[in-house]
């Protein structure tokens, strides 16, 4: 089935894959031709995303599991629509007890068949977890819950396994300790199965004879459990390892402290854990993928579903974990390749790129999933002129840095330092290690080490490396150059020899140049280096820095910078041309299941960046006006101007169409969702509350300002100035979101919809952007079919953007190669107005298609409540066709006009008051 477009819906027990069944028609008639699906595999219970996969060989139960997945593949089929599946190999589900390979190496240790599946450090410089790996599970410290009693030792009468159980969390006990509980049965039966579990080799080198051993005696400790004397006996063993007993207490605390584990607060992670972890999230840990076993034991089902047809495609999620992305991606291309001969695989990667890096082109794969072309296509309808103003007034409101840089780098130092000390620590133990290997550099010490290390890493300006045996790209080495150059300046003088030994173990010296053992060292080092890199800059970044800096919240987006405050119609084109040329198949995406804002909501706040001297009287009236309601508590004033002036922004963006002021309920119900978004807001900040630490009072007080400065009886009337500004910029606001769709739906590449967004999304960061999806309306919409420039009228209730969305899928529908293959012109305009328009061909064999889509409208609008400029405002620009060749007349694709005169010249113009009369946005074919 060709690929035209794709639709992501997320998947979890409130939406099953049976759920998605009946809206496979509805899809279909939409012009969607691949349903994209979030994570599918047994995952963690109750997992709302998906991501945190405890078993890579099953279908999650809590979706249907796979005779769901059947139901749905058959709808899909039947209506002529593919399958694409967000698969996960750089992390799995740990803790709890239902992940079996984790289970199975916190009961075996090393001897486990599955440690080397997990990225474990074995032996760590803390010589405490030699051979054993940290738990840190407990939710105070182990002292303390030792001394609760919460932690209970249990027995499992059918498998014979005892364990100790803290909440959800199941801790296995290695078999080889069992005799320390059977000893205090008092059974004979027992006492000699004490000696039997005892007598299990745990060093010996034969695995499978240990594994065999302990499964007899298993065996034959059911047998006994099932006796009356057994059980009594097993009871009676039970209670000389209760903590609630000081006795007990001691007795379970020598049992726990002879197993693989260490258990421990989960605080003591950030500093201490020997095995990666996804990002700073303890409950999810880092596959080792790049092993055969392992890539073969996660991909299994997956090649199994892509092998029969089930699926057709694949999106890798966080493809920068991975220790060789590049190696990773070509073996799944192969191993797809080989499964279905008859199609090329479909590959994309989850890749945040800045603004000046690009995907690798040897990765065999079809490009990003999008977060590259949201930014540019939100960019592109910001005004340059705004800056300054907006700037100026972030700065003297907040006293913080304009330069958003700034604030990273202060994010990378923190989050280094406070959530990834643990692997900034291993990755320079393991550069420690290559030191070792030259008496020229062995004296440079761990901690020095650590110091430069850290110092490049804050640095750092993208994800990561890519780093192989034969060394690095040049591309690799001007980013390493730049990180290096920047922690010349910061770091001590006394530490800068250290810097240059840095650029040479990381890939400026080739491994496989060096004898085996260095080389192995070199690679494991580089391979540190590159998977601390992508989660500090991740964390520093999106999770942290995003929380900080409110110039304008539109450009702080996943895949963007928020340094760079606008893309120009030429840096559009020039992306647009390389999208053509190396990733035609690229996703484009404008809204995700990660977004920070949803896509209407930065279209809307884009509105700002055209009139600064507004927003700004605006917010400094109503600080102003506030300023009373802010609570003085010890460490300031709350909320502080940051989260205030971010405030502010997120009422009148994300203020829902058609909400009145004096709606109690639903004004309450949108400042709770605003509240919610904000104590988010607060805490991934980490300035004066955080996740680990919340800061009650403080959270509080932000809370109380949301609602006391939006109460409907204050003199002010404040809610409905906000209110109205809403209001006053709603309208452009759509029109923005209308280019962008527009935009998504005939650039190089593959349009994505986000669940839902086909109307207009007004949603804030997830969970907010996860809620039901009413879908019967979107369906009855649908099915009406009005020409969108009759909704146009009806603007607010998100129909008209729908219509639009359909009409110009149905026309990739008709014109697959065009899409597909066609090439990419931009288009001139002349006239006044030029610089509000942006427009480009799309060409193939003899056939075109021409987008123009209004940007900048807010002057133009005027105080119209209608997102549409006036035909009289056009007067004097045009659009400066292309040459299709021939005898030709223009059809809008969209609302069914025809444009220009029969036999027109090669090179003709067409005014834009003719073209964009009947929406803000027009898709050209000749007619």
Same mark, same amino acid.
């Given at each position: 089935?060709?690929?035209?477009?794709?639709?992501?819906?997320?998947?979890?027990?409130?939406?099953?894959?049976?759920?998605?069944?009946? *809206?496979?028609?509805? *899809?279909?008639?939409?012009?969607?031709?691949?349903?994209?699906?979030?994570?599918?595999?047994?995952?963690?219970?109750?997992?709302?995303?998906?991501?945190?996969?405890?078993?890579?060989?099953?279908?999650?139960?809590?979706?249907?599991?796979?005779?769901?997945?059947?139901?749905?593949?058959?709808?899909?089929?039947?209506?002529?629509?593919?399958?694409?599946?967000?698969?996960?190999? =750089?992390?799995?589900?740990?803790?709890?007890?239902?992940?079996?390979?984790?289970?199975?190496?916190?009961?075996?240790?090393?001897?486990?068949?599955?440690?080397?599946?997990?990225?474990?450090?074995?032996?760590?410089?803390?010589?405490?977890?030699?051979?054993?790996?940290?738990?840190?599970? *407990?939710?105070?410290?182990?002292?303390?819950?030792?001394?609760?009693?919460?932690?209970?030792?249990?027995?499992?009468?059918?498998?014979?396994?005892?364990?100790?159980?803290?909440?959800?969390?199941?801790?296995?006990?290695?078999?080889?300790?069992?005799?320390?509980?059977?000893?205090?049965?008092?059974?004979?039966?027992?006492?000699?199965?004490?000696?039997?579990?005892?007598?299990?080799?745990?060093?010996?080198?034969?695995?499978?004879?240990?594994?065999?051993?302990?499964?007899?005696?298993?065996?034959?400790?059911?047998?006994?459990?099932?006796?009356?004397?057994?059980?009594?006996?097993?009871?009676?063993?039970?209670?000389?390892?209760?903590?609630?007993?000081?006795?007990?207490?001691?007795?379970?605390?020598?049992?726990?402290?002879?197993?693989?584990?260490?258990?421990?607060?989960?605080?003591?992670?950030?500093?201490?854990?020997?095995?990666?972890?996804?990002?700073?999230?303890?409950?999810?840990?880092?596959?080792?993928?790049?092993?055969?076993?392992?890539?073969?034991?996660?991909?299994?089902?997956?090649? =199994?579903?892509?092998?029969?047809?089930?699926?057709?495609?694949?999106?890798?999620?966080?493809?920068?974990?991975?220790?060789?992305?590049?190696?990773?991606?070509?073996?799944?291309?192969?191993?797809?390749?080989?499964?279905?001969?008859?199609?090329?695989?479909?590959?994309?990667?989850?890749?945040?790129?800045?603004?000046?890096?690009?995907?690798?082109?040897?990765?065999?794969?079809?490009?990003?999933?999008?977060?590259?072309?949201?930014?540019?296509?939100?960019?592109?309808?910001?005004?340059?002129?705004?800056?300054?103003?907006?700037?100026?007034?972030?700065?003297?409101?907040?006293?913080?840095?304009?330069?958003?840089?700034?604030?990273?780098?202060?994010?990378?130092?923190?989050?280094?330092?406070?959530?990834?000390?643990?692997?900034?620590?291993?990755?320079?133990?393991? !550069?420690?290690?290559?030191?070792?290997?030259?008496?020229?550099?062995?004296?440079?010490?761990?901690?020095?080490?650590?110091?430069?290390?850290?110092?490049?890493?804050?640095?750092?300006?993208?994800?990561?490396?890519?780093?192989?045996?034969?060394?690095?790209?040049?591309?690799?080495?001007?980013?390493?150059?730049?990180?290096?150059?920047?922690?010349?300046?910061?770091?001590?003088?006394?530490?800068?020899?250290?810097?240059?030994?840095?650029?040479?173990?990381?890939?400026?010296?080739?491994?496989?140049?060096?004898?085996?053992?260095?080389?192995?060292?070199? !690679?494991?080092?580089?391979?540190?280096?590159?998977?601390?890199?992508?989660?500090?800059?991740?964390?520093?970044?999106?999770?942290?820095?995003?929380?900080?800096?409110?110039?304008?919240?539109?450009?702080?987006?996943?895949?963007?910078?928020?340094?760079?405050?606008?893309?120009?119609?030429?840096?559009?084109?020039?992306?647009?041309?390389?999208?053509?040329?190396?990733?035609?198949?690229?996703?484009?995406?404008?809204?995700?299941?990660?977004?920070?804002?949803?896509?209407?909501?930065?279209?809307?706040?884009?509105?700002?960046?055209?009139?600064?001297?507004?927003?700004?009287?605006?917010?400094?009236?109503?600080?102003?006006?506030?300023?009373?309601?802010?609570?003085?508590?010890?460490?300031?004033?709350?909320?502080?101007?940051?989260?205030?002036?971010?405030?502010?922004?997120?009422?009148?963006?994300?203020?829902?169409?058609?909400?009145?002021?004096?709606?109690?309920?639903?004004?309450?119900?949108?400042?709770?969702?605003?509240?919610?978004?904000?104590?988010?807001?607060?805490?991934?900040?980490?300035?004066?509350?955080?996740?680990?630490?919340?800061?009650?009072?403080?959270?509080?007080?932000?809370?109380?300002?949301?609602?006391?400065?939006?109460?409907?009886?204050?003199?002010?009337?404040?809610?409905?100035?906000?209110?109205?500004?809403?209001?006053?910029?709603?309208?452009?606001?759509?029109?923005?979101?209308?280019?962008?769709?527009?935009?998504?739906?005939?650039?190089?590449?593959?349009?994505?919809?986000?669940?839902?967004?086909?109307?207009?999304?007004?949603?804030?960061?997830?969970?907010?952007?996860?809620?039901?999806?009413?879908?019967?309306?979107?369906?009855?919409?649908?099915?009406?079919?009005?020409?969108?420039?009759?909704?146009?009228?009806?603007?607010?209730?998100?129909?008209?953007?729908?219509?639009?969305?359909?009409?110009?899928?149905?026309?990739?529908?008709?014109?697959?190669?065009?899409?597909?293959?066609?090439?990419?012109?931009?288009?001139?305009?002349?006239?006044?107005?030029?610089?509000?328009?942006?427009?480009?061909?799309?060409?193939?064999?003899?056939?075109?298609?021409?987008?123009?889509?209004?940007?900048?409208?807010?002057?133009?609008?005027?105080?119209?409540?209608?997102?549409?400029?006036?035909?009289?405002?056009?007067?004097?620009?045009?659009?400066?066709?292309?040459?299709?060749?021939?005898?030709?007349?223009?059809?809008?694709?969209?609302?069914?006009?025809? !444009?220009?005169?029969?036999?027109?010249?090669?090179?003709?113009?067409?005014?834009?008051?003719?073209?964009?009369?009947?929406?803000?946005?027009?898709?050209?074919?000749?007619?």
């Amino acid at each position: 089935m060709p690929l035209r477009a794709t639709a992501r819906l997320q998947f979890h027990a409130g939406f099953t894959l049976d759920d998605a069944v009946p *809206l496979v028609p509805y *899809l279909a008639r939409l012009g969607i031709s691949h349903l994209y699906a979030s994570p599918i595999l047994k995952a963690r219970p109750g997992s709302t995303h998906g991501y945190d996969i405890v078993d890579h060989r099953q279908i999650n139960s809590e979706l249907g599991g796979e005779p769901a997945l059947r139901r749905l593949s058959a709808a899909l089929k039947e209506a002529g629509l593919g399958l694409i599946l967000d698969i996960v190999p =750089n992390h799995m589900g740990v803790g709890g007890a239902d992940n079996e390979w984790w289970l199975d190496v916190l009961e075996w240790g090393r001897q486990s068949p599955f440690a080397p599946y997990f990225d474990i450090d074995w032996e760590p410089p803390d010589r405490s977890l030699s051979n054993r790996l940290l738990a840190p599970f *407990l939710g105070d410290p182990y002292g303390e819950v030792l001394a609760s009693g919460n932690l209970v030792l249990k027995f499992e009468a059918e498998t014979g396994r005892f364990y100790v159980e803290y909440y959800e969390h199941r801790f296995p006990i290695a078999p080889q300790h069992y005799h320390h509980i059977l000893q205090a049965s008092e059974e004979p039966g027992l006492q000699e199965l004490a000696l039997a579990f005892g007598r299990i080799g745990l060093h010996q080198r034969d695995r499978a004879l240990s594994r065999g051993e302990a499964s007899a005696c298993r065996a034959r400790l059911a047998e006994a459990a099932a006796t009356e004397a057994g059980r009594a006996g097993i009871t009676r063993a039970l209670a000389a390892f209760d903590a609630k007993e000081e006795a007990g207490r001691q007795a379970l605390h020598r049992l726990l402290e002879r197993q693989h584990y260490r258990l421990a607060w989960w605080r003591a992670a950030a500093d201490e854990i020997n095995w990666r972890r996804f990002f700073d999230i303890t409950s999810l840990a880092g596959l080792r993928v790049e092993l055969p076993e392992v890539f073969d034991a996660t991909h299994e089902l997956v090649l =199994n579903l892509y092998a029969e047809g089930t699926i057709d495609g694949v999106r890798i999620d966080h493809v920068d974990g991975l220790a060789d992305p590049r190696g990773y991606c070509r073996k799944l291309h192969r191993r797809m390749e080989t499964a279905r001969p008859d199609q090329p695989p479909l590959i994309w990667v989850e890749k945040i790129l800045a603004p000046f890096e690009t995907l690798r082109t040897d990765w065999m794969v079809d490009g990003t999933t999008g977060y590259d072309f949201m930014d540019e296509a939100s960019g592109v309808l910001h005004d340059p002129a705004g800056e300054g103003p907006l700037t100026a007034l972030w700065t003297e409101q907040t006293r913080r840095a304009g330069e958003f840089e700034v604030e990273v780098r202060e994010a990378k130092r923190q989050i280094l330092r406070d959530n990834l000390a643990s692997e900034l620590n291993a990755t320079a133990a393991a !550069l420690k290690r290559v030191a070792m290997r030259d008496l020229i550099t062995r004296d440079f010490t761990l901690t020095a080490l650590r110091r430069a290390l850290a110092e490049v890493l804050v640095h750092f300006p993208i994800y990561r490396l890519y780093i192989t045996s034969g060394g690095r790209s040049a591309e690799d080495k001007r980013i390493l150059d730049w990180a290096i150059a920047g922690a010349r300046r910061t770091v001590r003088a006394t530490e800068r020899p250290l810097l240059e030994l840095l650029d040479g173990w990381l890939g400026g010296e080739p491994p496989r140049s060096l004898p085996p053992n260095q080389r192995r060292e070199r !690679l494991s080092a580089a391979v540190r280096f590159q998977q601390l890199s992508a989660p500090a800059t991740a964390k520093s970044v999106e999770d942290t820095a995003f929380y900080r800096y409110g110039r304008l919240l539109s450009r702080n987006e996943v895949g963007s910078d928020p340094g760079r405050f606008a893309v120009t119609p030429a840096g559009f084109h020039a992306t647009a041309r390389a999208r053509v040329k190396n990733f035609p198949r690229a996703l484009l995406a404008t809204a995700t299941h990660d977004h920070k804002r949803g896509e209407d909501v930065r279209a809307r706040l884009a509105v700002l960046s055209e009139i600064p001297t507004e927003w700004s009287g605006a917010v400094q009236r109503w600080t102003r006006l506030n300023a009373s309601l802010r609570k003085t508590l010890d460490d300031g004033a709350a909320p502080g101007m940051s989260a205030q002036l971010m405030l502010y922004q997120t009422l009148v963006s994300a203020w829902p169409l058609g909400l009145a002021a004096d709606d109690e309920a639903g004004v309450t119900a949108f400042l709770d969702r605003v509240a919610a978004w904000q104590e988010k807001a607060l805490r991934e900040a980490k300035r004066r509350t955080e996740w680990a630490v919340p800061n009650a009072d403080y959270e509080a007080a932000c809370r109380d300002f949301i609602f006391a400065c939006m109460a409907p009886d204050r003199a002010s009337h404040l809610r409905d100035e906000v209110a109205g500004f809403a209001a006053r910029i709603a309208p452009a606001g759509a029109v923005n979101g209308l280019a962008q769709l527009l935009l998504r739906c005939t650039a190089p590449g593959v349009p994505d919809l986000y669940q839902g967004t086909e109307f207009w999304d007004l949603s804030l960061v997830d969970p907010d952007n996860r809620r039901p999806v009413d879908w019967p309306a979107r369906n009855q919409a649908l099915e009406q079919a009005t020409p969108p420039q009759e909704l146009l009228h009806h603007w607010q209730d998100g129909r008209v953007k729908q219509a639009i969305l359909a009409r110009a899928l149905a026309l990739r529908a008709a014109r697959p190669e065009l899409f597909a293959g066609g090439d990419y012109q931009p288009l001139t305009v002349e006239g006044p107005l030029a610089g509000h328009v942006l427009a480009f061909a799309r060409s193939h064999r003899g056939r075109s298609i021409i987008a123009v889509v209004t940007r900048l409208p807010a002057a133009l609008l005027g105080a119209g409540t209608l997102p549409l400029v006036s035909p009289e405002e056009w007067r004097g620009t045009e659009l400066v066709l292309p040459r299709p060749g021939g005898e030709h007349r223009w059809r809008d694709a969209l609302t069914g006009a025809v !444009l220009g005169a029969p036999g027109g010249e090669a090179g003709d113009r067409l005014p834009l008051a003719e073209i964009l009369a009947r929406l803000p946005v027009a898709l050209l074919e000749v007619g």
